[in-house]
Every structure is written in C-alpha cells, then in structure tokens.
T-cell receptor, first 113, second 114 residues
Framework: QKEVEQDPGPLSVPEGAIVSLNCTYS??????FMWYRQYSRKGPELLMY????GNKEDGRFTAQVDKSSKYISLFIRDSQPSDSATYLC?????????????FGKGTLLTVNP | DAGVTQSPTHLIKTRGQQVTLRCSPK?????VSWYQQALGQGPQFIFQ???????QRGNFPDRFSGHQFPNYSSELNVNALLLGDSALYLC?????????????FGSGTRLTVV
C-alpha cells in the first residue's frame, strides 16, 4: 500500500463549477498536509497547508483534513480556466520523515470556459 | 527576488553515462532537497542537504549522490544512467524547515535517457 493515494483523474469541469480533490494516506505520523499546484513545465507551488486536523479557507480554496479517517480534501469554488493545472497533495512530519514531502500522484484538472 | 534556479533545463544522455544537475536555492534559504518526478507521477524524495551534509535520504540507489557547497548551492549526480532515470528532477530549497511547508521548488531539469 502506498503511503499517499490520490485519484489521478483527469478531471474536466465547466467554468464556475465546484471541484473536489481528495487524498488518503496510511502513515498516522503525518502532521503537515499540503496542496501544491503544478502548471505544465513548472515546479510545484504551494497552494495551501494545514497542520493536523481541521479546515482552512483561502479565497476560493478550502482545505480539509480528517486525521481519524486519514483523508484530506481540497475544494475549489467558482473554478476558473486559470485553475487548470495538476494538483498534488503532499504530507510530511512525524517520526523519521521529518524532512521529506510525500506526494500523491497528482490530479490533472481542466476548467473549460 | 530570485527563486530556485536549476540548470540545465533539458538534458539528453545515453544509457550508462553520468549526469550532474545543479541548483541555486532561493536567497536566504540554507537547505536543499532533490525530488524525482516521473511522467504522470508525483515527486519522489531523493535526499536533502543541510550544512553541506546529507540529512535524509529516500529510497534511491547509491548511483544517486549529491553535494552542497558553502554558498548553499547543490548538485545532484547520477551514475550509470538507466532508461528508468528519465524524469523531471526538481530542486526545492527552504530555511531549515522540518515540516515541509516552507519549500520553494524550481522548474526542474528534464532528463531523458536514451
């Protein structure tokens, strides 16, 4: 079983739709939960992060972490064509994995005008 | 303010050759991590360098080695290249971050092994 599982999609939605992206994980030692956005031919850029469980909102983006279920989500409201990118969940912290990020496979999102 | 700079941007090598990739961290950062991202996959952690020492290593063979210089820049070396080493190699810098939220990634070096 992989440490982090992410439905790779791809996902295609119309402009204005609500998008839901999800990851599950197996390592209960993870403490930091992140979402990265990666445009084609670019490196990942940090979109949002959450420490431990809970919700965090930033404009049109909401990140949720449920440590009891080992499940994290990213919601994008009023999606825009500029949101078209690959979204990667990543986790770190705890035990021997203090320094490294463990990523999911990524979900390719296309928002159609 | 310059971000993370990686060179070269693209590289084609023959199986069995050796390659060196370079990374200059973001100004003010002292820690450099390297990741390998195969096509359609998420980045995989190779290793991290801090104070010129390898601090942590992922599940990669000894063919992958690195170095950090006193100015915090770093090199990733891969010996005896295999076709499976073809990937985007990402460098990420941070300021002593343990939790991983302070990383800044470069745009990567696209390595193709033929």
């Amino acid at each position: 079983q992989k440490e982090v599982e992410q439905d790779p999609g791809p996902l295609s939605v119309p402009e204005g739709a609500i998008v839901s992206l999800n990851c599950t994980y197996s390592n209960s030692a993870f403490q930091y939960f992140m979402w990265y956005r990666q445009y084609s031919r670019k490196g990942p850029e940090l979109l949002m992060y959450t420490y431990s469980s809970g919700n965090k909102e930033d404009g049109r983006f909401t990140a949720q972490v449920d440590k009891s279920s080992k499940y994290i989500s990213l919601f994008i409201r009023d999606s825009q064509p500029s949101d078209s990118a690959t979204y990667l969940c990543a986790m770190s912290g705890g035990g021997g994995s203090n320094y490294k990020l463990t990523f999911g496979k990524g979900t390719l999102l296309t928002v159609n005008p | 303010d310059a971000g993370v700079t990686q060179s070269p941007t693209h590289l084609i090598k023959t199986r069995g050759q050796q390659v060196t990739l370079r990374c200059s961290p973001k100004s003010g950062h002292d820690t450099v991590s390297w990741y390998q991202q195969a096509l359609g996959q998420g980045p995989q952690f190779i290793f991290q360098y801090y104070e010129e020492e390898e601090r942590q290593r992922g599940n990669f063979p000894d063919r992958f080695s690195g170095h950090q210089f006193p100015n915090y820049s770093s090199e990733l070396n891969v010996n005896a290249l295999l076709l499976g080493d073809s990937a985007l190699y990402l460098c990420a810098s941070s300021l002593g971050e343990k939790g991983g939220v302070g990383y800044t990634f470069g745009s990567g070096t696209r390595l193709t092994v033929v």
